[in-house]
């Protein structure tokens, strides 16, 4: 079992930044993938970033490459998101989640991205005004 736990949203205007954190516990963090997707309301949630065990390998959905930037500390349990020139459209509710099947899940999947993920946080909403 691990349990995650997200902070560092908030209310920032368009072209800001913030830092997303995820705080992990339970079992060994460093044996899985790691992820980060957002909700906007009324809608799926959707994949945003994902990370490698060992933070060599990243994979980031089209429209946050070069703004976000996804990385982790083993050492420390944490998944982080920062996340630069934020847009109104990065509106939404972000969650992280932990994956059990490595490096896979790190690029394109033929399966929807949600159901890769064994475990998910709380979630902490990003607000980005215009």
């Known amino acids: 079992q691990v349990q995650l736990v997200e902070s560092g949203g908030g209310l920032v205007q368009a072209g800001g930044s913030l830092r997303l954190s995820c705080a992990a516990s339970?079992?060994?963090?460093?044996?899985?993938?790691m992820a980060w997707f957002r909700q906007h309301p009324g809608k799926e949630r959707e994949f945003v970033a994902a990370?490698?065990?060992?933070?060599?390998?990243?994979y980031y959905t089209d429209s946050v490459k070069g703004r976000f930037t996804i990385s982790r500390d083993n050492a420390k349990n944490t998944l982080f998101l920062q996340m630069n020139s934020l847009k109104p459209e990065d509106t939404g509710v972000y969650y992280c989640?932990?994956?059990?099947?490595?490096?896979?899940?790190?690029?394109?999947?033929?399966?929807?991205?949600?159901?890769?993920?064994?475990?998910w946080g709380q979630g902490t909403q990003v607000t980005v005004s215009s």
């Open positions: 989640a932990a994956s059990s099947l490595g490096s896979t899940v790190v690029g394109p999947t033929t399966t929807h991205p949600t159901a890769l993920y064994d475990y």
């Open positions: 339970g079992r060994t963090f460093n044996s899985y993938a």
């Open positions: 990370i490698a065990w060992s933070g060599g390998s990243t």
